[in-house]
């Protein structure tokens, strides 16, 4: 594990002891304020993070694909130093992502982020530049709107609701 400094924040980045290349992944920064958010990562071949809806679309040139590479799934704010936690856990969920075979990945279709801290689960989808066959308004392998949010909706979850035996419950993949 390395220390750095990225933007103002001190960081710790974990480096994989692995034969295989793999990136540098940034586990924890601390802020100037005593705050240090430690971030878990979890490989995208895991049903708690992704899930694909199918194979690919009407168009040969893409795949939905089923990646391995870790994708973070979890952060929380403690004391800098301690096991106090400052913060609920954020959990993130990942579905289809999607690579053009000539122009590379065209990124995911859906994020959802659950926020213990504030009770609220957000779900946003993403233009893929699928064409007007699946978005209305996109336009076929168009760059320019890779990325762009298609629509945001932000949940508000009434604690008195939430069943305990749910608490390992991700999306369903369909």
């Known amino acids: 594990m390395g220390v750095g400094v990225y933007g103002g924040f001190v960081g710790a980045v974990s480096t994989p002891d ?3 290349a793999s990136p540098s992944l940034l586990t924890a920064y601390t802020d100037s ?9 979890m490989p995208l071949s895991s049903p708690h993070a992704y899930a694909k809806s199918g194979s690919g679309t009407a168009f040969p040139r893409l795949q939905v694909v089923q990646p391995r590479s870790p994708v973070v799934f979890e952060t929380r704010a403690w004391r800098t130093g301690t096991d106090t936690t400052l913060t609920g856990n954020a959990r993130y969920f990942y579905k289809d992502l999607r ?18 801290g504030s009770n609220t689960l957000e779900h946003t989808t993403y233009y893929q530049s699928l064409g007007p066959t699946v ?20 949940y508000a979850i009434d604690p008195s609701k939430v069943r305990e035996d749910l608490a390992g419950w991700t999306p369903p993949a369909g």
């Open 135 to 154: 978005d209305a308004s996109s336009l076929l392998n168009d760059a320019r709107e890779l990325g762009q949010v298609k629509e945001r909706r932000v």
């Open 33 to 41: 304020f005593g705050a240090e958010t430690r971030i878990t990562y």
């Open 18 to 20: 692995a034969i295989q």
């Open 99 to 116: 690579v053009d075979n000539q122009a590379g990945s065209r990124g995911f279709r859906e994020r959802w982020f659950l926020t213990e």
